[in-house]
């Protein structure tokens, strides 16, 4: 994976992944950190995995699912240490999606 743009997932953001992914998250991150990924996915519904998960990686990016519909707070993601959320229902399910993308925007930005 060595300069290529692959991202692995270290934990998941739903509830269940918890379960199936917690116990080997910070396992992953490291193995992102050996195999040159660009960077890894980590829960914005769990800013604190988020921010012990940034401590392994580095400076390699890190996306954040799980905001919106999950529960997950765009600014706390980005303060725990996520460079970027992603962003599904929240967006697509909203009456207005731009008026929606904006408001997540200035949560991030009031970060």
Do not use: C, N, W, Y
């Given at each position: 994976?060595?300069?290529?743009?692959?991202?692995?997932?270290?934990?998941?953001?739903?509830?269940?992944?918890?379960?199936?992914?917690?116990?080997?998250?910070?396992?992953?991150?490291?193995?992102?950190?050996?195999?040159?990924?660009?960077?890894?996915?980590?829960?914005?519904?769990?800013?604190?995995?988020?921010?012990?998960?940034?401590?392994?990686?580095?400076?390699?990016?890190?996306?954040?699912?799980?905001?919106?519909?999950?529960?997950?707070?765009?600014?706390d993601a980005i303060r725990a240490g996520a460079d970027a959320v992603i962003v599904g229902r929240a967006l697509y399910e909203a009456a207005d999606p731009a008026k929606a993308a904006e408001a997540i925007a200035r949560?991030?930005?009031?970060?």
């Open positions: 994976a060595q300069g290529a743009e692959v991202f692995v997932v270290t934990e998941l953001s739903h509830p269940g992944g918890q379960e199936f992914t917690a116990k080997h998250a910070e396992e992953f991150a490291r193995l992102a950190v050996r195999a040159g990924a660009a960077g890894i996915i980590a829960p914005a519904t769990r800013p604190d995995r988020v921010r012990t998960l940034r401590g392994l990686v580095g400076d390699r990016l890190i996306l954040a699912p799980g905001v919106g519909a999950q529960g997950g707070k765009p600014g949560e991030i930005r009031g970060s």
